[in-house]
Each structure stands twice: as structure tokens, then as C-alpha cells.
């Protein structure tokens, strides 16, 4: 067995790095000069050394030789990279590292596989996790989603180390779909805290943020358990709980007022927009990811949101 990690973000280098811990693993970047010389990154992840048997390089083909292929690109990015290198790409176990909805498409990382590289072994690596806590070997346990039962119980194995344990499952749309909507509701909850709304109103945003992504799972044939899983709720809690969320923190940002870093990469935007267009083109109701893409887009501000989600009509839960 032998696993490359493409893509040299916080996610994507933790997971080389608890790779390399149990077997020669590489990691692929544009630019990894810095990298290969100090052995860490300083950028993404610092205080994180990378193992001996981690190795680093600029050269996509090199990387490529391995059997499977961790794809740890942005969502809105992931396209994009599978059709320009789509070529070396052909018939590889490809694992998506990434959560979101792609926003032209309205559809999830494995299905961007499939449509790209059709022939290629779609999966997904997801659930509650932090970079941090992985480079530093704590333990974590994550979702693998594969429709090929095989293929899934084979990279189960394989990407099973130390302190990452994988559970896995064949319904993809579910472990997608919960990665992605946490994101959004992360940034509803952050946008509580930061506009000083309280605990109870974010207990309350996260509860019935699940509401919406169940219902959503449902309109889309996911299976309602995976959601209750590692990828769905358990990511829902850890993201909308913690300032080491980027989602949350950009939620904190929008709620206070505060300017937040254009640079800093933060999936549940891009998200919204497309779950928010997904859910009205098929009539579904998700106030509270319409709300967010309204705060984000800055029709809304956090007391008109709140006051929207509040002055809805009374019903049965």
C-alpha cells in the first residue's frame, strides 16, 4: 500500500503526517521548498514536525504512483484540479479531503470524482476533526464513505493508523451532505455568540440546523442514520462549538461586525449560497441556511436574521 496526500493544507498535511507514522506516505504541493528544508508546516501548521517517513515534492507524477490518492483541495477548487491532471488520475482510489457543496454544480466531492474521472474509485474521508489534534496524534475518529462496499472496506484498512480510526459506510450523499450543511450552520452559530446572543440561542440554531440537514438527506435519498454518524452530527457539534472552526470564526466575525481574513479558506460560504439555491429550487424549508447566505451576502444583518427565524410561524417539532 502506498498513499499520497495532494494538497499541503492544515487537513491535508495532518493527514500525511499520521499516515507517515505508519507506513512511507508523501505529500504533494505546488511549493514545498520551505517545507522539505525544515521539515514542518510553518504556515498551515506549525509546531507539527513532519515524520521520517513522510516525504515531500513538487512533482505531481511521482505522487501520483501511489495506490491511493487523499484529495485535500478546497471544495470549489476540486474540478478544477481533477480535470487538468485527469490524465494521471485515471483509475486511482481518489478520497476527497474536502467538505462543501460545489456551487455551479450543486453537488458534493464524490460525485465531482465521478463526473471527472469516471473510472476512478470515489470516496470520502470525513466527520469531526481538527488539523491539529491529528498532526499531534490525538485521537480521532473520522467517516469513509464508499458506494463500493470493497473498495470502502480496502481503504478502511488502509488509512486506519494510530490514532485515526475509520468507520465506514456506502452511503455517500449522507457523509457528504454532513460535512458540507455543518459548515453552515457553524457559521449561524458563530454568528450567535458574536453578536452576543447567547448559549441557548446557539443550542437552538444547532438543533434545528440538524432539523434542516435531515431534511435535506431526505430529499436527496441519503440515508437518515449516516447523518445521526461521525459526519453529520458529530461534525456538527465540534464545528459549531469551537474557535478553531473556520466556519465558526467567520460566523463570530459577521455576528460582531468585525472584518475576517479574505485569505483564510472557509467552505460553509460557498456552501450556503449553493444549499440555499438547492433548497428553493426544490422547495424545501431551511431558514437557517437561508439566513446565513443572506448575512453573507449582506442582505441580512444578524437582529434581521434572528428576528426572522424567531417571528416564523409556531409548529409542532
Not at 18 to 28: F, M
Not at 74 to 83: A, S
Not at 128 to 142: E, K
Request: aromatic share 4%; proline share 4%; with cysteine.
Amino acid at each position: 500500500m502506498s498513499v499520497s496526500v495532494l494538497g499541503a493544507g492544515a487537513f491535508g498535511t495532518a493527514l500525511a503526517i499520521s499516515l507517515a507514522r505508519k507506513a512511507p506516505a508523501t505529500l504533494w504541493a505546488r511549493q514545498v521548498g520551505e517545507m522539505a528544508k525544515t521539515r514542518e508546516n510553518s504556515k498551515r501548521l506549525p509546531g507539527c514536525p513532519f515524520p521520517d517517513a513522510l516525504t515531500v515534492t513538487e512533482d505531481l507524477t511521482a505522487a501520483v504512483q501511489a495506490d491511493i490518492l487523499l484529495l485535500a483541495v478546497p471544495m470549489q477548487k476540486l474540478r478544477d484540479v481533477l480535470e487538468t491532471h485527469a490524465d494521471l488520475l485515471k483509475g486511482k482510489h481518489l478520497v476527497a479531503c474536502c467538505k462543501g457543496i460545489e456551487l455551479n454544480s450543486g453537488v458534493g466531492p464524490v460525485m465531482v470524482i465521478s463526473q471527472t474521472i469516471p473510472d476512478a474509485t470515489a470516496a470520502i474521508l470525513t466527520g469531526p476533526s481538527f488539523a491539529a489534534d491529528i498532526a499531534r496524534g490525538l485521537p480521532t475518529a473520522l467517516t469513509l464513505a464508499c458506494a463500493d462496499a470493497e473498495a470502502g472496506a480496502y481503504l478502511q484498512e488502509e488509512l486506519t493508523t494510530e490514532n485515526l480510526r475509520l468507520y465506514r459506510t456506502t452511503d455517500t450523499i449522507g457523509a457528504e451532505l454532513g460535512g458540507a450543511l455543518k459548515n453552515v450552520i457553524a457559521i449561524a452559530s458563530g454568528a450567535a455568540i458574536g453578536a452576543g446572543l447567547g448559549e441557548s440561542a446557539r443550542a437552538a440554531l444547532m438543533t434545528r440546523g440538524y432539523a434542516e440537514m435531515q431534511r435535506l438527506a431526505a430529499h436527496l435519498n441519503a440515508e437518515p442514520t449516516t447523518l445521526a454518524g461521525l459526519s453529520g452530527f458529530g461534525d456538527l457539534t465540534l464545528t459549531c462549538t469551537s474557535e478553531q472552526s473556520r466556519n465558526y470564526r467567520l460566523g463570530q466575525s459577521l455576528g460582531a461586525g468585525r472584518a475576517f481574513d479574505a485569505d483564510t479558506t472557509v467552505e460553509g460560504a460557498a456552501t450556503a449560497r449553493a444549499v440555499d439555491a438547492l433548497a428553493r429550487d426544490a422547495g424545501l424549508d431551511m431558514p437557517i441556511t437561508r439566513a446565513v447566505a443572506g448575512l453573507l451576502d449582506q442582505e441580512l444583518d444578524v437582529a434581521t436574521a434572528m428576528k426572522s427565524l424567531l417571528t416564523r410561524p409556531l409548529k409542532e417539532e
